[in-house]
């Protein structure tokens, strides 16, 4: 009997003791526990036990308490420890992610997250995050890091005899004679068939193929016919495209219904205006036939694809001098040459013998030092040093050196450019769609 009152004693003992115990642990304080937790962790980075080390510091990391950033640090540290174990990088980038969202994200943590992407070549993410950050702090760091490098690009495999300047998203692209229409970065979307072929525009472009002209969608289906004989016709644009009948220029509906007014010459629609001569002279006309800017000049300053009015402005030639017409009234001083102005960006024009770049005001921002040059389009313009094409930025920066025989303005991400194989693609990676967007 005594033995049994002594066993239950000591169970008594042992349960208070356990009881203790627990009200202990439980009663010990989120910072305590967290304490813990990565002093724990310590001892197995210690030892290079990082697995073990990784539930501690999440648990840790997932407490709102006064250690939680020293916990994630640490944590991040073991994730690019283990960074090649199954699930690991996940983890990584989630944690930065988590950081970069609050509130008080300083640039380092922007600058950590794409310095690991560039890392491991995931050049879209890089750029992603450096934007964002830019957009969240302002960094000048941040900016200098993005800068460097949002020109990385890559050159397309396919290559073809001819391409035309870049139209929005497509292009017009010429192989063993005959054109059809293309991506921007060069995936052939209407084969190489037609012996003409319009840029593509809205749904359709015009074609011609055994004396028939007509229209096709992006399925090369046909969708409209042009039902009068015409010799020729232009770029189709703003639903609407040139076209020559009986030595004079009309213009076409998309379903190629013909428009009565005449010109002697009419060439593509650009911010709802088109070059056009009438009595010997060239003008500016809108799509009611208005004239934006009178007929009275020797020349319009156009580009490959026939546009020459962008951002209210555009480029007249009188004589051996042209001037740029800024809302009907002319701008700055007058130049040899010009190209048009996109719809963004600066303007090149030709002083002397060199090219540089004004701005829609007629102001020189960019000093004139170009063996030749396009205007901007997409932050970057094309220009010729040394009998080579690259590219600069807005600020006059070469950031795609000149290693190509020819090159045109960038559209959508992507530009042609001339190497030995042919007319190319260079896109920028920054315009990547990543896989599953």
């Known amino acids: 009997m005594k033995k049994l009152n002594r066993l239950v004693v000591a169970v008594g003992c042992i349960f208070v003791l356990g009881i203790s115990w627990i009200i202990v642990i439980t009663s010990e304080s989120t910072a305590d526990k ?21 539930p501690l510091l999440e648990e840790a990391a997932g407490y709102n308490a006064a250690h939680t950033r020293i916990a994630e640090e640490m944590l991040k540290k073991v994730y690019l420890s283990l960074i090649d174990t199954r699930g690991i990088s996940r983890k990584y980038t989630g944690l930065l992610e988590k950081q970069m969202n609050r509130k008080d994200a300083q640039p380092d943590i922007f600058m950590e997250a794409a310095g690991y992407y560039l890392g491991i070549s995931r050049i879209t ?10 957009e969240r702090t302002g960094s000048d760091t941040l900016i200098m890091k993005y800068e460097s490098n949002r020109y990385t690009y890559e050159l397309s495999r396919t290559s073809y005899n001819y391409v035309s300047a870049i139209y929005g998203t497509t292009v017009q692209v010429q192989a063993d004679g005959l054109w059809g229409i293309a991506s921007s970065d060069g995936i052939l979307i209407i084969p190489c068939e037609y012996e003409k072929i319009s840029t593509f525009s809205g749904d359709r472009a015009i074609v011609r193929k055994n004396s028939e002209i007509y229209a096709v969608n992006r399925d090369n289906n046909r969708v409209a016919k042009l039902n009068e004989s015409a010799a020729d016709f232009g770029n189709y644009s703003n639903n609407l495209i040139p076209v020559l009948m009986d030595g004079v220029w009309r213009r076409a509906t998309r379903d190629l219904t013909m428009g009565t ?12 205006n088109a070059a056009a001569k009438t009595d010997g002279k060239w003008g500016i006309v809108g799509q009611s036939s208005t004239w934006y800017i009178d007929a009275r000049y020797e ?26 017409i800024v809302a009907n009234q002319m701008s700055g001083e007058a130049y040899q040459d010009a190209r048009p102005f996109s719809d963004e960006g600066y303007a090149a024009v030709k002083r002397g013998q060199k090219w540089g770049f004004i701005d829609v005001n007629g102001n020189v921002v960019i000093d004139f030092i170009f063996e030749d040059a396009l205007s901007f389009g997409q932050h970057l313009a094309a220009v010729k040093q040394d009998g080579l094409w690259g590219y600069i930025s807005l600020l006059g920066k070469v ?37 599953g967007l």
């Open 261 to 272: 007014v005449e010109f002697e010459q009419i060439r593509m629609y650009s911010g709802g």
């Open 125 to 134: 993410e890089a750029l992603e995050v450096l934007k964002t950050g830019i």
């Open 299 to 324: 020349g319009i300053i156009m580009d490959e694809l026939g546009r020459s009015y962008a951002q209210g402005a555009v480029f007249v030639r009188s004589g051996d001098e042209v001037y740029l």
């Open 399 to 435: 950031v795609i050196e000149p290693i190509f025989l020819d090159a045109k303005s960038f559209s959508n991400g992507s530009a042609p450019v001339l190497t030995e194989r042919g007319w190319q693609f260079i896109s920028l990676l920054e315009y990547k769609r990543r896989p």
């Open 34 to 54: 967290q304490t813990r937790l990565i002093q724990q962790a310590s001892e197995l980075i210690k030892d290079g036990i990082y697995i073990r080390a990784v």
